[in-house]
T-cell receptor, first 109, second 114 residues
Framework: GQNIDQPTEMTATEGAIVQINCTYQ??????LFWYQQHAGEAPTFLSY??LDGLEEKGRFSSFLSRSKGYSYLLLKELQMKDSASYLC??????????WGAGTKLIIKP | DAEITQSPRHKITETGRQVTLACHQT?????MFWYRQDLGHGLRLIHY???????NKGEVSDGYSVSRSNTEDLPLTLESAASSQTSVYFC?????????????FGEGSRLTVL
């Protein structure tokens, strides 16, 4: 079966750095996506990785290792507004997105 | 501004009733999707469409149907609502080919089936 694993919840301090991990086992691979979802709101797209390596976008970076079935989202200079759930999704060989259950990130002052 | 809207945002219904959730997008995107989101689960795909008159079943399509008569709308119908269908439903759209994973989501419709 297809599976996306990410931690259920993480806590970090304002101004710090946090890394949210995602491991996957899917039928084929056509890209890995990270979304942010604030409580009670819609998910919004953050990043896309299809090749190994690091993609940087401002305070957020996303890393991919296809051989290890592993990705992480790195958030720097944490702000209170970064408190949200972070969803990892993998596009499989049928171009279907397989979603993880999400990581709830709690930022403390 | 282009957008994607869902209605109703909240709905309470009874077991056995038919319910339709509306989804309307003004981006002229070919691809549209319906997902449900439940605690402890990732988003699960119900139905999707890659264009007018095209509809496809997703992972959890039993008890749901969709139709795509124009580019802008993909209504989701629960033919006979069941308590297991209590959930938050998200509509999404994307441009480009079916390999596009950047989705634009509506605000969600919270459905309670009593």
């Amino acid at each position: 079966g297809q599976n996306i694993d990410q931690p259920t919840e993480m806590t970090a301090t304002e101004g710090a750095i946090v890394q949210i991990n995602c491991t996957y086992q899917t039928s084929g691979f056509n890209g890995l996506f990270w979304y942010q979802q604030h409580a009670g709101e819609a998910p919004t797209f953050l990043s896309y990785n299809v090749l190994d390596g690091l993609e940087e976008k401002g305070r957020f970076s996303s890393f991919l290792s296809r051989s290890k079935g592993y990705s992480y989202l790195l958030l720097k200079e944490l702000q209170m507004k970064d408190s949200a759930s972070y969803l990892c999704a993998v596009m499989d060989s049928n171009y279907q997105l397989i979603w993880g259950a999400g990581t709830k990130l709690i930022i403390k002052p | 501004d282009a957008e994607i809207t869902q209605s109703p945002r909240h709905k309470i219904t009874e077991t056995g009733r038919q319910v339709t959730l509306a989804c309307h997008q003004t981006w002229n995107h070919n691809n549209m999707f319906w997902y449900r989101q439940d605690l402890g689960h990732g988003l699960r795909l119900i139905h999707y469409s890659y264009g007018v008159q095209d509809t496809n079943k997703g992972e959890v399509s039993d008890g749901y149907s969709v139709s795509r008569s124009n580019t802008e709308d993909l209504p989701l119908t629960l033919e006979s609502a069941a308590s297991s269908q209590t959930s938050v439903y998200f509509c999404a759209s994307s441009e480009g080919g079916r390999d596009t994973g950047e989705l634009f989501f509506g605000e969600g419709s919270r459905l309670t089936v009593l």
